[in-house]
Protein backbone atom coordinates (compact mmCIF):
# COMPACT_ATOMS: atom_id res chain seq x y z
CA UNK A 1 0.00 0.00 0.00
CA UNK A 2 2.85 2.37 0.00
CA UNK A 3 4.44 1.85 -2.95
CA UNK A 4 5.76 5.26 -4.64
CA UNK A 5 3.67 6.74 -7.73
CA UNK A 6 6.49 5.78 -10.20
CA UNK A 7 7.25 2.20 -9.21
CA UNK A 8 3.40 1.84 -10.06
CA UNK A 9 3.56 3.87 -13.55
CA UNK A 10 6.53 1.43 -14.56
CA UNK A 11 4.05 -1.70 -13.59
CA UNK A 12 1.21 -0.60 -15.67
CA UNK A 13 3.15 0.40 -18.66
CA UNK A 14 5.13 -1.50 -20.81
CA UNK A 15 7.98 0.93 -20.98
CA UNK A 16 10.62 0.78 -18.82
CA UNK A 17 10.69 4.47 -16.86
CA UNK A 18 14.09 5.35 -18.04
CA UNK A 19 13.47 4.98 -21.50
CA UNK A 20 10.59 7.29 -21.61
CA UNK A 21 10.86 10.79 -22.71
CA UNK A 22 10.36 13.65 -20.01
CA UNK A 23 6.97 14.75 -21.73
CA UNK A 24 5.65 10.93 -21.34
CA UNK A 25 7.31 10.83 -17.36
CA UNK A 26 5.73 14.22 -16.28
CA UNK A 27 1.99 12.50 -17.99
CA UNK A 28 2.49 9.17 -16.15
CA UNK A 29 3.40 10.69 -12.76
CA UNK A 30 0.21 13.31 -13.32
CA UNK A 31 -2.17 9.96 -14.28
CA UNK A 32 -0.75 8.24 -10.95
CA UNK A 33 -0.96 10.71 -8.59
CA UNK A 34 -4.07 12.63 -9.77
CA UNK A 35 -6.26 8.82 -9.74
CA UNK A 36 -4.91 8.53 -6.35
CA UNK A 37 -4.87 12.46 -4.31
CA UNK A 38 -7.51 13.91 -7.15
CA UNK A 39 -6.53 16.94 -8.68
CA UNK A 40 -6.95 19.49 -6.19
CA UNK A 41 -4.52 17.25 -4.10
CA UNK A 42 -1.65 16.81 -6.82
CA UNK A 43 0.33 20.11 -7.30
CA UNK A 44 2.52 20.44 -9.98
CA UNK A 45 5.31 20.98 -8.25
CA UNK A 46 5.17 17.26 -6.99
CA UNK A 47 4.04 16.14 -10.65
CA UNK A 48 7.59 17.57 -11.59
CA UNK A 49 9.23 15.98 -8.70
CA UNK A 50 7.99 12.11 -9.35
CA UNK A 51 8.89 12.60 -12.81
CA UNK A 52 12.35 13.90 -12.37
CA UNK A 53 11.72 16.93 -14.25
CA UNK A 54 12.04 20.59 -13.49
CA UNK A 55 9.42 22.74 -13.61
CA UNK A 56 10.82 24.85 -16.46
CA UNK A 57 10.80 21.69 -18.55
CA UNK A 58 6.73 20.86 -17.34
CA UNK A 59 5.38 24.11 -18.51
CA UNK A 60 7.43 24.10 -21.52
CA UNK A 61 5.61 20.72 -22.72
CA UNK A 62 2.10 21.98 -20.66
CA UNK A 63 1.75 25.46 -21.04
CA UNK A 64 -1.75 25.47 -19.58
CA UNK A 65 -0.55 24.29 -16.36
CA UNK A 66 -2.41 21.72 -14.10
CA UNK A 67 -5.62 21.61 -16.21
CA UNK A 68 -3.67 20.83 -19.62
CA UNK A 69 -1.94 18.18 -17.80
CA UNK A 70 -5.13 16.65 -16.11
CA UNK A 71 -6.17 16.36 -19.63
CA UNK A 72 -3.17 15.03 -20.90
CA UNK A 73 -3.46 12.15 -17.84
CA UNK A 74 -6.81 11.47 -18.96
CA UNK A 75 -6.24 10.69 -22.58
CA UNK A 76 -2.98 8.86 -21.04
CA UNK A 77 -4.94 6.79 -19.11
CA UNK A 78 -7.54 6.40 -21.82
CA UNK A 79 -5.35 4.77 -23.96
CA UNK A 80 -3.68 2.70 -21.34
CA UNK A 81 -7.28 1.26 -21.30
CA UNK A 82 -8.58 0.86 -24.61
CA UNK A 83 -5.03 -1.13 -25.32
CA UNK A 84 -5.93 -3.79 -22.23
CA UNK A 85 -10.09 -3.92 -23.86
CA UNK A 86 -8.57 -4.56 -27.67
CA UNK A 87 -6.02 -7.50 -25.93
CA UNK A 88 -9.41 -9.26 -25.01
CA UNK A 89 -12.00 -8.50 -27.62
CA UNK A 90 -9.78 -8.55 -30.53
CA UNK A 91 -10.98 -11.61 -32.06
CA UNK A 92 -12.84 -12.78 -29.51
CA UNK A 93 -15.24 -15.29 -30.75
CA UNK A 94 -17.76 -14.92 -27.77
CA UNK A 95 -17.93 -11.62 -26.13
CA UNK A 96 -19.95 -12.45 -22.95
CA UNK A 97 -16.72 -14.34 -22.08
CA UNK A 98 -14.16 -11.98 -23.05
CA UNK A 99 -15.69 -9.26 -20.90
CA UNK A 100 -15.91 -11.70 -17.72
CA UNK A 101 -12.26 -12.44 -18.55
CA UNK A 102 -11.71 -8.68 -18.92
CA UNK A 103 -13.55 -8.42 -15.53
CA UNK A 104 -10.88 -10.72 -13.85
CA UNK A 105 -8.19 -9.19 -15.23
CA UNK A 106 -8.93 -6.06 -13.80
CA UNK A 107 -9.21 -7.96 -10.51
CA UNK A 108 -5.68 -9.50 -10.98
CA UNK A 109 -4.18 -6.38 -11.57
CA UNK A 110 -5.76 -4.45 -8.49
CA UNK A 111 -4.83 -7.31 -6.06
CA UNK A 112 -1.13 -7.36 -7.36
CA UNK A 113 -1.18 -3.39 -6.65
CA UNK A 114 -2.44 -3.69 -3.40
CA UNK A 115 -6.11 -2.34 -4.87
CA UNK A 116 -4.07 0.84 -5.70
CA UNK A 117 -3.80 0.55 -9.34
CA UNK A 118 -7.51 0.99 -10.64
CA UNK A 119 -9.89 2.60 -13.51
CA UNK A 120 -6.91 5.20 -14.53
CA UNK A 121 -9.30 7.97 -14.87
CA UNK A 122 -12.25 8.04 -12.51
CA UNK A 123 -10.74 9.74 -9.43
CA UNK A 124 -9.68 12.76 -12.11
CA UNK A 125 -12.87 12.43 -13.84
CA UNK A 126 -15.34 12.37 -11.17
CA UNK A 127 -13.39 15.55 -9.54
CA UNK A 128 -13.52 17.03 -12.81
CA UNK A 129 -17.23 17.42 -13.00
CA UNK A 130 -18.60 21.01 -13.36
CA UNK A 131 -15.70 22.12 -12.59
CA UNK A 132 -13.16 21.55 -14.86
CA UNK A 133 -14.69 21.55 -18.49
CA UNK A 134 -11.52 20.31 -20.72
CA UNK A 135 -10.37 17.18 -18.19
CA UNK A 136 -14.22 16.45 -18.14
CA UNK A 137 -14.97 16.39 -21.95
CA UNK A 138 -11.69 14.06 -22.48
CA UNK A 139 -13.13 11.95 -19.56
CA UNK A 140 -16.08 11.82 -21.27
CA UNK A 141 -14.57 11.03 -24.97
CA UNK A 142 -12.75 8.03 -23.12
CA UNK A 143 -15.77 6.77 -21.65
CA UNK A 144 -17.83 6.74 -25.11
CA UNK A 145 -14.41 5.35 -27.01
CA UNK A 146 -14.76 2.07 -24.10
CA UNK A 147 -18.46 1.66 -24.94
CA UNK A 148 -18.24 1.68 -28.23
CA UNK A 149 -15.16 -1.20 -28.82
CA UNK A 150 -17.58 -3.27 -26.08
CA UNK A 151 -20.49 -1.98 -28.87
CA UNK A 152 -18.45 -3.11 -31.66
CA UNK A 153 -17.78 -6.52 -30.06
CA UNK A 154 -21.41 -7.30 -29.28
CA UNK A 155 -22.07 -6.06 -32.82
CA UNK A 156 -19.60 -8.48 -34.30
CA UNK A 157 -21.45 -11.14 -32.11
CA UNK A 158 -24.67 -11.12 -33.88
CA UNK A 159 -26.83 -8.43 -31.36
CA UNK A 160 -28.32 -5.31 -32.87
CA UNK A 161 -26.49 -2.17 -33.02
CA UNK A 162 -29.05 -0.18 -30.90
CA UNK A 163 -29.06 -3.10 -28.33
CA UNK A 164 -25.68 -2.98 -28.54
CA UNK A 165 -25.01 0.16 -28.03
CA UNK A 166 -27.32 0.20 -25.07
CA UNK A 167 -25.67 -2.83 -23.56
CA UNK A 168 -22.57 -1.26 -23.94
CA UNK A 169 -23.64 1.58 -21.43
CA UNK A 170 -23.96 -1.10 -18.95
CA UNK A 171 -21.01 -2.91 -19.59
CA UNK A 172 -18.94 0.06 -19.01
CA UNK A 173 -20.26 1.82 -15.73
CA UNK A 174 -20.55 -2.22 -14.14
CA UNK A 175 -17.45 -2.39 -14.69
CA UNK A 176 -16.31 1.01 -12.93
CA UNK A 177 -18.39 0.99 -10.24
CA UNK A 178 -16.81 -2.74 -9.42
CA UNK A 179 -13.80 -1.68 -9.68
CA UNK A 180 -14.49 1.16 -7.35
CA UNK A 181 -16.17 -1.13 -4.98
CA UNK A 182 -12.91 -3.96 -5.21
CA UNK A 183 -10.71 -1.23 -4.75
CA UNK A 184 -12.55 0.45 -1.70
CA UNK A 185 -13.24 -3.28 -0.06
CA UNK A 186 -9.69 -4.70 -1.14
CA UNK A 187 -11.61 -7.64 -2.55
CA UNK A 188 -12.13 -9.16 -5.67
CA UNK A 189 -15.49 -9.89 -5.57
CA UNK A 190 -17.45 -6.99 -6.87
CA UNK A 191 -15.38 -7.36 -10.14
CA UNK A 192 -15.98 -11.35 -10.10
CA UNK A 193 -19.47 -10.38 -9.42
CA UNK A 194 -19.86 -8.08 -12.69
CA UNK A 195 -17.66 -10.95 -14.99
CA UNK A 196 -20.72 -13.07 -13.68
CA UNK A 197 -23.42 -10.85 -14.40
CA UNK A 198 -22.12 -9.15 -17.71
CA UNK A 199 -21.93 -12.22 -19.71
CA UNK A 200 -25.32 -13.59 -18.09
CA UNK A 201 -26.58 -10.13 -19.64
CA UNK A 202 -24.65 -10.30 -22.91
CA UNK A 203 -25.94 -13.93 -23.57
CA UNK A 204 -29.32 -13.13 -22.67
CA UNK A 205 -29.22 -10.41 -25.45
CA UNK A 206 -27.70 -13.00 -28.28
CA UNK B 1 -22.62 24.25 -12.45
CA UNK B 2 -21.67 26.98 -10.36
CA UNK B 3 -23.53 26.50 -6.81
CA UNK B 4 -22.49 27.05 -4.27
CA UNK B 5 -21.72 23.56 -1.81
CA UNK B 6 -24.21 25.18 0.46
CA UNK B 7 -26.59 25.15 -1.59
CA UNK B 8 -26.37 22.02 -2.88
CA UNK B 9 -26.07 20.88 0.76
CA UNK B 10 -29.80 22.22 1.53
CA UNK B 11 -30.95 20.78 -1.66
CA UNK B 12 -30.13 17.15 -0.63
CA UNK B 13 -31.35 17.41 2.88
CA UNK B 14 -34.40 17.46 4.36
CA UNK B 15 -33.65 19.70 6.83
CA UNK B 16 -33.23 23.63 6.11
CA UNK B 17 -28.97 24.68 6.43
CA UNK B 18 -30.00 27.09 9.36
CA UNK B 19 -31.64 24.57 11.77
CA UNK B 20 -29.00 22.45 11.74
CA UNK B 21 -26.62 22.63 14.86
CA UNK B 22 -22.72 23.11 14.18
CA UNK B 23 -21.92 19.61 14.45
CA UNK B 24 -24.44 18.68 11.54
CA UNK B 25 -22.93 21.85 9.34
CA UNK B 26 -19.52 21.09 9.65
CA UNK B 27 -20.25 17.47 8.72
CA UNK B 28 -22.40 18.85 5.52
CA UNK B 29 -20.10 20.93 4.43
CA UNK B 30 -17.18 18.44 4.64
CA UNK B 31 -19.48 15.90 2.79
CA UNK B 32 -20.73 18.46 0.14
CA UNK B 33 -16.67 19.75 -0.75
CA UNK B 34 -14.67 16.19 -0.04
CA UNK B 35 -17.40 15.09 -2.66
CA UNK B 36 -16.23 17.33 -5.55
CA UNK B 37 -13.06 18.28 -4.99
CA UNK B 38 -11.11 15.51 -3.09
CA UNK B 39 -9.95 14.99 0.20
CA UNK B 40 -6.96 16.21 -0.89
CA UNK B 41 -8.22 19.45 -2.04
CA UNK B 42 -10.65 20.21 0.69
CA UNK B 43 -8.80 22.30 3.45
CA UNK B 44 -10.32 22.58 6.88
CA UNK B 45 -10.71 26.14 6.50
CA UNK B 46 -12.73 26.01 3.85
CA UNK B 47 -15.03 23.81 5.59
CA UNK B 48 -15.40 25.93 8.79
CA UNK B 49 -15.82 28.88 6.55
CA UNK B 50 -18.82 26.90 4.54
CA UNK B 51 -20.24 25.17 7.65
CA UNK B 52 -20.13 29.13 8.81
CA UNK B 53 -18.10 27.65 12.15
CA UNK B 54 -15.10 28.40 14.04
CA UNK B 55 -11.91 26.79 13.73
CA UNK B 56 -12.41 25.75 17.42
CA UNK B 57 -15.65 25.05 17.09
CA UNK B 58 -14.69 22.25 14.29
CA UNK B 59 -12.04 20.75 16.22
CA UNK B 60 -13.87 20.41 19.40
CA UNK B 61 -16.30 18.41 17.01
CA UNK B 62 -13.51 16.54 15.23
CA UNK B 63 -10.12 16.72 17.40
CA UNK B 64 -9.26 14.01 14.79
CA UNK B 65 -8.83 16.68 12.27
CA UNK B 66 -9.59 16.13 8.53
CA UNK B 67 -9.56 11.99 8.63
CA UNK B 68 -11.80 12.02 10.91
CA UNK B 69 -14.41 14.35 9.45
CA UNK B 70 -13.74 12.42 6.35
CA UNK B 71 -15.03 9.52 8.11
CA UNK B 72 -18.26 11.58 9.24
CA UNK B 73 -18.96 13.02 5.99
CA UNK B 74 -18.77 9.12 4.49
CA UNK B 75 -21.65 8.02 7.40
CA UNK B 76 -23.72 11.14 6.61
CA UNK B 77 -23.18 10.36 2.93
CA UNK B 78 -24.00 6.63 3.90
CA UNK B 79 -27.15 7.53 5.81
CA UNK B 80 -28.50 9.71 2.96
CA UNK B 81 -28.38 6.94 0.49
CA UNK B 82 -29.96 4.48 2.77
CA UNK B 83 -33.10 6.60 3.60
CA UNK B 84 -33.44 7.10 -0.40
CA UNK B 85 -32.54 3.13 -1.32
CA UNK B 86 -35.48 2.21 1.52
CA UNK B 87 -37.92 4.79 0.33
CA UNK B 88 -37.49 2.71 -2.92
CA UNK B 89 -37.01 -0.45 -1.90
CA UNK B 90 -39.65 -0.88 1.51
CA UNK B 91 -42.51 -2.61 0.72
CA UNK B 92 -41.94 -3.17 -3.45
CA UNK B 93 -43.47 -6.01 -4.41
CA UNK B 94 -41.25 -5.86 -7.24
CA UNK B 95 -37.93 -5.19 -6.66
CA UNK B 96 -36.54 -5.31 -10.13
CA UNK B 97 -38.74 -2.28 -10.84
CA UNK B 98 -38.09 -0.75 -7.52
CA UNK B 99 -34.74 -0.75 -8.78
CA UNK B 100 -34.96 0.66 -11.90
CA UNK B 101 -36.78 3.09 -10.79
CA UNK B 102 -34.64 4.03 -8.50
CA UNK B 103 -31.92 4.69 -10.72
CA UNK B 104 -34.27 6.93 -12.51
CA UNK B 105 -34.08 8.76 -9.79
CA UNK B 106 -30.72 9.37 -9.09
CA UNK B 107 -30.83 10.58 -12.58
CA UNK B 108 -33.60 13.07 -11.92
CA UNK B 109 -31.36 14.65 -9.05
CA UNK B 110 -28.28 14.68 -10.98
CA UNK B 111 -30.24 16.17 -14.12
CA UNK B 112 -31.59 18.97 -11.25
CA UNK B 113 -28.42 19.52 -9.86
CA UNK B 114 -26.14 20.28 -12.80
CA UNK B 115 -24.45 16.73 -12.25
CA UNK B 116 -22.75 17.34 -9.31
CA UNK B 117 -25.34 16.09 -6.71
CA UNK B 118 -23.97 12.38 -7.49
CA UNK B 119 -22.96 9.71 -4.94
CA UNK B 120 -22.01 11.08 -2.16
CA UNK B 121 -19.27 9.27 -1.06
CA UNK B 122 -17.76 7.61 -4.19
CA UNK B 123 -15.05 10.68 -4.99
CA UNK B 124 -13.81 10.54 -1.42
CA UNK B 125 -13.90 6.71 -1.19
CA UNK B 126 -11.95 6.22 -4.21
CA UNK B 127 -9.44 8.90 -2.78
CA UNK B 128 -8.94 6.83 0.26
CA UNK B 129 -7.91 3.59 -0.74
CA UNK B 130 -4.32 2.73 0.51
CA UNK B 131 -4.30 5.88 2.31
CA UNK B 132 -6.76 6.87 4.39
CA UNK B 133 -7.67 3.78 6.14
CA UNK B 134 -10.17 4.88 9.06
CA UNK B 135 -12.24 7.09 5.80
CA UNK B 136 -11.51 3.63 3.61
CA UNK B 137 -13.06 1.18 5.89
CA UNK B 138 -16.14 3.92 6.45
CA UNK B 139 -16.50 3.82 2.74
CA UNK B 140 -16.16 -0.26 2.25
CA UNK B 141 -18.95 -0.36 5.39
CA UNK B 142 -21.00 1.62 3.70
CA UNK B 143 -21.08 -0.15 0.24
CA UNK B 144 -21.48 -3.21 2.29
CA UNK B 145 -24.72 -1.89 3.68
CA UNK B 146 -26.02 -0.75 0.48
CA UNK B 147 -25.59 -4.29 -0.97
CA UNK B 148 -27.46 -5.86 2.59
CA UNK B 149 -30.08 -3.85 1.79
CA UNK B 150 -30.66 -4.85 -1.90
CA UNK B 151 -29.67 -8.66 -1.26
CA UNK B 152 -33.26 -8.34 1.53
CA UNK B 153 -35.24 -6.82 -1.32
CA UNK B 154 -34.22 -9.28 -3.62
CA UNK B 155 -34.39 -12.30 -1.11
CA UNK B 156 -38.24 -11.07 0.07
CA UNK B 157 -39.12 -11.57 -3.49
CA UNK B 158 -38.22 -15.40 -3.49
CA UNK B 159 -34.71 -15.34 -4.75
CA UNK B 160 -32.29 -17.58 -3.00
CA UNK B 161 -30.14 -15.95 0.21
CA UNK B 162 -26.39 -16.80 -2.06
CA UNK B 163 -27.63 -15.79 -5.16
CA UNK B 164 -28.94 -12.46 -3.84
CA UNK B 165 -26.08 -11.70 -2.26
CA UNK B 166 -24.56 -11.86 -5.35
CA UNK B 167 -26.59 -9.92 -7.03
CA UNK B 168 -26.43 -7.17 -4.80
CA UNK B 169 -23.11 -6.68 -5.87
CA UNK B 170 -23.55 -6.02 -9.36
CA UNK B 171 -26.89 -3.85 -8.18
CA UNK B 172 -24.65 -1.53 -6.28
CA UNK B 173 -21.17 -1.75 -8.67
CA UNK B 174 -23.71 -0.27 -11.68
CA UNK B 175 -25.80 1.90 -9.62
CA UNK B 176 -22.05 3.43 -9.18
CA UNK B 177 -20.44 3.23 -12.40
CA UNK B 178 -23.32 4.87 -14.01
CA UNK B 179 -23.98 7.84 -11.55
CA UNK B 180 -20.31 8.20 -12.61
CA UNK B 181 -20.91 8.15 -16.03
CA UNK B 182 -23.68 10.09 -15.61
CA UNK B 183 -22.06 13.45 -14.35
CA UNK B 184 -18.80 13.01 -16.48
CA UNK B 185 -20.98 13.18 -19.28
CA UNK B 186 -23.70 15.28 -18.05
CA UNK B 187 -26.38 12.98 -19.43
CA UNK B 188 -28.98 10.68 -18.04
CA UNK B 189 -28.29 7.82 -20.65
CA UNK B 190 -26.32 5.92 -18.64
CA UNK B 191 -28.17 5.86 -15.38
CA UNK B 192 -31.65 4.80 -17.85
CA UNK B 193 -29.32 1.34 -19.07
CA UNK B 194 -28.13 0.72 -15.95
CA UNK B 195 -32.35 0.91 -15.05
CA UNK B 196 -33.08 -1.18 -18.15
CA UNK B 197 -30.64 -3.67 -17.71
CA UNK B 198 -30.54 -4.03 -13.78
CA UNK B 199 -34.52 -4.54 -14.30
CA UNK B 200 -33.48 -7.74 -16.70
CA UNK B 201 -31.03 -9.56 -15.21
CA UNK B 202 -32.99 -9.14 -11.35
CA UNK B 203 -35.61 -10.61 -13.53
CA UNK B 204 -33.74 -13.48 -15.11
CA UNK B 205 -32.80 -14.96 -11.42
CA UNK B 206 -36.61 -14.75 -10.20
Request: charged share 20%.
Amino acid sequence: MKESPRSNAEQSGSTPESALGTRDRIVRAASVLMQRQGYDGTGIKQIAQEADATLGSLYHFFPGGKQELATAAIDHGNREFVEALNASLDGAEDPARALAEFALGLADRLAESDWVDGCPISTTALGSVGRLPDVQSAAAQAFAHWRGLVSGALVKAGIARAEADELAHTVISTLEGAELAAQVSASRVPLEMAAKHLAQLVDAHR
